[in-house]
């Protein structure tokens, strides 16, 4: 019943410094070495340890693919990480990904895991939401961010 995925929706696990910056409008892009799709238009987060629930999602812009040298210059005001952690985290590749995130929707009660239709586990990189479970997420009681 719900096997069917929506592919232009991913879950990505995600630290809650960066997840609840995410939500409160303060972090306005998400950077990711590889995994992810380009062509998502929906990043459903869940926040990892201690949280380990899915806290809300947000609309895609768009996806950059470039080198991080030009994702920090353009985009590295824009998400909430410091510029020594950032290179740290793209250390050794040359290329990255960053998406640029709008109206983001916290959820007023977050999801257990255990609750998730489709997916038991933290998704690694990430993990594709069924179409049922997609459809029931955007009907949930959310607050918008203030910023």
Not at 28 to 47: C, L, M
Not at 87 to 102: D, M, Q, S
Not at 119 to 144: D, G, H, I, M, V
């Amino acid at each position: 019943m719900y096997k069917s995925t929506h592919k232009n929706v991913v879950v990505l696990a995600i630290r809650p410094n960066y997840a609840h910056a995410i939500m409160s409008g303060e972090k306005k892009v998400e950077f990711r070495r590889n995994g992810a799709p380009i062509n998502i238009t929906h990043i459903v987060f869940y926040s990892t340890s201690p949280d380990q629930k899915i806290i809300g999602y947000c609309d895609v812009v768009q996806c950059v693919v470039t080198s991080p040298q030009t994702l920090w210059r353009k985009y590295g005001a824009q998400g909430g990480i410091s510029r020594k952690d950032f290179f740290t985290y793209y250390e050794g590749v040359t290329k990255g990904k960053c998406y640029i995130l709008k109206k983001p929707q916290r959820f007023v009660r977050p999801i257990l895991l255990k609750d998730c239709w489709s997916f038991s586990r933290p998704p690694q990189s990430f993990a594709y939401l069924c179409e049922n479970e997609w459809q029931r997420l955007k009907r949930k009681k959310t607050k918008r961010a203030l910023k």
